[in-house]
């Protein structure tokens, strides 16, 4: 089994995620820049909800690039992350509407949380199916930045019952994080 | 006429389908863990559905693999059975919203059925273009699970007129049942 | 320029049009089967709707495959086909609501006209391009179908003002008689 | 990296993004040609964001096929177009329900604007990756149409404060200087 119609059904439902996000945020009532400010806080969660959609974008399609071969474990692990990645609109949507009150800060981080969870799950199905020693393997062995945010998370998750703007920063620096290339992939594919 | 276009537009609107349904749960106007609570029925419904289309995506996925070519019949058995998941978000919402009613219940089921109906319908077609022989006549002739999940589907609508809640639990147990992947479609393949 | 990335965008947007179109059908407040009635109306609009749609993705398809080249004027007579087609949803959503009255009809009928001139347009450009004596030039020479879907959509509309129901038995026939593959297409690519 | 994956996630976000506006435009209470008459500025909102559309999937599209290699910035610069994108819906609802009136005329423009930067970064991104003498380097160095837009957006963004429908004038005039195909580009594909 090839990585084509995974990938291809992964896109579809990423592109939809990333895009329905903005249905969220519909347009006010009134005509001025006044009818805007209310909006704000959701653009500001849309902005940062379409940069994690696009980092998951981003790692999928290093992890698949890497992939030869698909079984089932793996076709069931992508849906698991796709489920929670679904899950986003959502939370996305009650956190930005709430101007990031302290229970839907804390749902969003469960969110991120779970989405972690289910990509390093995906990780571990395929480097159970390519070998420690193929490329995936040897690239997330020493890959500590996905611990990281899962511990920065659940961070995250705590604090926003005391700070919830707290946890925002928290959750855009793991997102910082993330946005720059690890440029260890980018040397294994390379050999 | 090959499958790649019939597999993107499947996908794509499989892809659709998956995170539309995840928009009949509109952020709560409360921002309060408590304020989640009337959405769980609608979650777990959600959960449900989103297992059932990617069962069917699945398993789409493995029928046209052992295809080889496409006539005009196959690509309406496709479209029927693309109409008939596309109903999922409706009866989703419906039974989320009504909190597992009897008659929200019994349409839910009814779209079940409809849909393997439609998807053996489409293996019909497929083995009849294929021949007896071909990989996908091997396979589905042996097959029990279609015609076993055909029988507990009607079960659980008639069930859901009495008891709504058993009728859940059989269309999980039937969604477990096709969870693990089939071995004689992946030994005839490889084979 | 290919064919490949005209294809993929168009069955992604004709993916999301058929689907998007079932958002319309929304669930019922009540919970009994008694509530699913007003919405019947919406459906059947929906059944025809799909079925329009599932053709148009269909002769789209063939008409693809016969395309050696694509250039700036077939990209852009091509979006104009997607443009109304995307009116699909609007025109069900509106025809559907209001139980087939007579200007909903016409509407549905005049966007129904106007996706049909699109592909008629559509044709034009793909044969001056491929030249007279192409595939796509003997075919769509000999095709009828789309002049007398033409004028039957035309009668469909003047029909509405008197006798809606009768409007929407004519887009039925036409869209039956788009339902049985072209035997000349299907040859003249065989051959 | 190729440009395969790239291209697909784009293609989908774009085609969400073009089918989604016209969800903006929900069918009218009443039944009658009159109840559309409301409805004509969002029509009309509608059609020239969805030329919009096109022409960035067509730039795109051209842009992406001069492309031999994709980096992690380009990844990024690509996101960055499609986020200023997906704004559109929301642009394009809030002008058309308000029936152009001064500030949502501003925005729409500002987002014109914005996505014009992004896809003038993404061009940069493209040549420093592919070098100066590449194809892209040569047709973009020569390209004053990118310059052009960005300076009549800001017109059209000033201009709006006071004479909105001036501004539409000018965003439709933008659109049409890039419906014309760029022969240049075209050209130097060929050589």
């Not at 992890?63 to 069931?76: E, M, S």
């Not at 839907?104 to 990509?119: D, E, N």
């Amino acid at each position: 089994m090839t990585t084509g119609r995974l990938e291809a059904f992964s896109d579809g439902v990423l592109a939809i995620i990333i895009t329905i996000m903005v249905l969220g945020m519909s347009a006010p009532e009134g005509y001025t820049f006044e009818a805007l400010k209310p909006i704000l806080p959701v653009f500001l969660t849309y902005v940062l909800s379409f940069i994690y959609v696009g980092i998951y974008w981003n790692n999928h399609h290093h992890l698949l690039q890497a992939v030869n071969k698909v079984n089932g474990k793996i076709l069931w692990a992508n849906l698991n992350l796709l489920f929670w990645l679904s899950l986003f609109p959502f939370a996305t949507d009650w956190m930005g509407k709430n101007h990031f009150e302290d229970n839907p800060t804390a749902i969003y981080g469960a969110v991120l949380f779970m989405a972690a969870i289910a990509f390093k799950i995906m990780v571990y199905c395929v480097i159970q199916n390519e070998g420690e020693n193929s490329n995936v393997g040897k690239v997330y062995s020493k890959d500590k930045r996905m611990n990281i945010s899962l511990f920065l998370y659940l961070a995250g998750i705590v604090v926003s019952f005391f700070l919830p703007i707290l946890s925002l920063v928290i959750y855009l620096g793991v997102a910082l994080m993330w946005i720059v290339p690890d440029p260890r992939i980018e040397k294994t594919l390379k050999e």
